[in-house]
């Protein structure tokens, strides 16, 4: 009697169901998705356009279920929403990157210590300053301090002078150093192993001369600068073609630590 | 090429013969389909988003055949599907390298910020 009962419940609960009216899993799965990435303010901000794509889709889809379309149809317009919706979330990532390299936020919040207030809007320029000079420079910590090198500092074959190329990387570190007097830099030239006109160290030197004589001239105080030549001792890619030649001819600046 | 060439005049003569053209719609599809493939195929998605171009280059060749057939709806929705398969390999590609780019470009500005902060210390 009681089993009876319970298997007539039963009964009943899934006829309420079945009333509730059929269900797509796929198209629950793609409003489901949608209604998360739309409620991530991220994604809002950085792919807008990528997330009405996928609002629209998702659109699509839900009229297809509502006219009692195929459900392969519904399926098939189900997975294309749910598929806009990851492509907006990664679009929000890639933009994302993007814009923090361009203009970094304040890094602020990063310090967890008492000054971190007073001091957020100086750093916040400091880092949008320093990520400007970077976007053009390369700059590496290593033992000896930060390393930057000018990509467009290159010199021709045994000679010492600028290339008008390198101007404006010079000029962006003269304004770097100008803005923070407190700190020294060492320059370096490098000469290539095929360069034997000269002396291989001499060359070396006047080309870290020329960047020096650059600096001063931009207002850098000379004792801020030590120069040095390291001949062809220290190549930065191994010597095998023109272009590596080419790219050993150099000059590094080195941030002093 | 040339070989190529006389297969479309083939597949385009049997498909006029048996009265089976490819609709517009269909064509566009798989157009925008291979294009789609085409351009994630020639960035860093092949390395970073293998297994969405894959998706999509299956899908696209399933909705070429499906086309060969004649079966219209068929190809249409395969090619709809490695569109947005290629779009997303395309997607998730570019925000790793930005993703990576970002990080470089952090980590040089940690090492300056870190001697400018050992600087200033009175």
Redesign the interface.
């Known amino acids: 009697m009681e089993r009876a009962l319970v298997i007539w419940i039963g009964l009943l609960t899934a006829g309420a169901l079945a009333c509730a009216g059929p269900v797509n899993s796929d198209l629950e799965r793609a409003e489901a998705e949608y209604r998360a990435a739309a409620a991530d303010a991220y994604v809002a901000d950085y792919a807008p356009t ?1 997330l009405r794509e996928a609002e629209a889709a998702l659109a699509r889809a839900q009229r297809a279920f509502r006219a009692d379309a195929d459900p392969e149809v519904v399926d ?1 317009l189900a ?2 929403a749910t ?2 919706v ?2 907006a979330r ?2 929000a ?3 994302e ?2 814009a ?2 361009d203009a ?1 936020p304040p ?1 602020s919040h990063l310090h967890s210590d008492g000054h971190a207030h007073e001091r957020a809007h100086g750093d916040g320029l ?2 949008a300053e ?2 400007a000079l ?2 053009a420079l ?4 290593t033992e000896r ?2 390393v930057v090198t000018v990509d467009d500092v290159l010199f021709d074959r045994d000679r010492a002078a600028l290339r008008s190329e390198a101007l404006p990387d010079l000029s962006r570190i003269a304004d770097f150093l100008r803005v ?1 007097p ?2 020294d830099v060492l320059v370096e030239g490098h000469a290539d192993a095929a360069e034997r006109d000269r002396g291989a160290l001499d060359l070396s030197l006047d080309r870290a001369e020329s960047v020096e004589r650059y600096l001063v001239a931009q207002g850098i105080d000379p004792d801020r600068l030590v120069t040095r030549g390291f001949g062809a001792s220290d190549p930065a890619v191994p010597t095998d073609s023109f272009r590596s030649r080419q790219l050993n001819r150099r000059v590094e600046i080195v ?3 | 090429m040339p070989r190529r060439l006389s297969l479309c005049f083939a597949l385009a003569a049997a498909s006029a013969a048996f009265g089976c053209q490819t609709s517009p719609a269909t064509t566009r599809a798989v157009a925008q389909a291979d294009l789609a493939v085409r351009d994630a195929a020639s960035g860093d998605a092949p390395e970073l988003a293998p297994a969405e171009l894959a998706l999509a280059r299956e899908k696209l060749a399933r909705a070429e055949e499906a086309r060969a057939d004649g079966d219209e709806e068929r190809a249409r ?1 395969l090619a ?2 490695a569109l ?2 290629a ?2 390999a395309e ?2 590609s ?2 790793e ?3 990576a ?2 990080r470089e ?5 940690d ?6 902060d ?3 210390r009175p």
């Open positions: 990528q098939h997975y294309l598929r806009r990851e492509i990664a679009t990532r890639r933009n990157a993007f923090r390299v970094p890094r400091r880092a320093l990520a970077l976007s390369r700059a590496e910590d301090g930060v923070h407190d700190l941030v002093v630590d | 929705r709809e599907q947005v398969d779009q997303l997607a998730r570019e925000s390298t930005a993703a780019a970002a470009v952090e980590a040089s500005v090492a300056l910020q870190r001697v400018i050992e600087r200033v």
